[in-house]
Every structure is written in structure tokens, then in C-alpha cells.
């Protein structure tokens, strides 16, 4: 009993649900993403480039929360796929810009409609207020602890504004 109460504790412990509720994400979006072969992250950095093309990597990896070893995996995959372009940056020659391929564009216009489909599968246990409630509280949570990360998350417009 002693050993089951623990166990009760350790799954209701906010990092276990989160942790969870990512694993579930994941599945869900890479489920609904299955055809047209794009991870979260893939996604995620498809999405960023398609909004600010040209993006060094480095201002792209901030854009995600993403560290520069996972962005580089992901870059690498994409541009072994034809999906993205890297070149040196008019700013400076030894940073790479990355921008999306005339085919990254294609794929992403086709993830869409799943991409919607897997953030319509996640959310659909919840109503539309606790879906809203869920959203504000995970930007409470994030924004509040954000100084804890592991990588940086500042979102491109931000970026621009800092250096401004």
C-alpha cells in the first residue's frame, strides 16, 4: 500500500504529467504527420522559416528552444531531404542563413491539414474553455520559469527588437 501511495505522488507530480503529456503530443502529431514524413521539430523549424526566411542558425535555434546540436540534427535531416537551403548570411559570412526550398514549402503547405488534425486530436478532451485555460496556464508556466531552461526561447520578433 505504502509503495502504491508513492507511486500515486510521483504520477501526479507536474514534470510526470508534462513529460507524459509531451510523449502523447509527439505521437499524436508524428500519427497525423505520417504522410507527409515531418516530426514536431521539423515541423516547428519549417513553420519559424516560412514566417522569417534567412534566419541564422543560431537565431533560429532561440526561435524553438531548441540547444545547437538538436537544431543541427534537424537542419541536416531537412536539407538531406531538399526541404531547406543553408548560406553564408549577407550579415556575416560565417554564419549559415537558413531558408526554406521551393519543395520545403510544398511539404509544409501539405503538412497543414494534418498538423490541424493532430492540434485538434490533442485538445479534443478538453472543452473549448479548458482548452483556452490549458494554453494559458502552459504560457504562465513557460514564461515564469524560462530563466530554468536548459536553451533559450526568444521568438524571432523579439530577437529583432533586442538588436534594435
Known sequence: MLTFHKLS??????????RRAHQISSAVFEDECRSVGLTPAQFG??????ATPGLDQSTLARALGFDKVTVLRVLRGLETRGLIERAPAPASRRNLAVSLSAAGLELLEQAQGPADRAYDRLMAPLSKAQQGQ????????TTGLENDARAAFVPPNQEAEAQA
Open 9 to 18: 505522488q510521483l504520477y501526479a507530480r507536474p514534470g510526470f504529467l508534462l
Open 45 to 50: 523549424v519549417l513553420s519559424v522559416l516560412r
Open 134 to 141: 490549458l494554453l494559458e496556464l502552459l504560457q504562465l508556466l
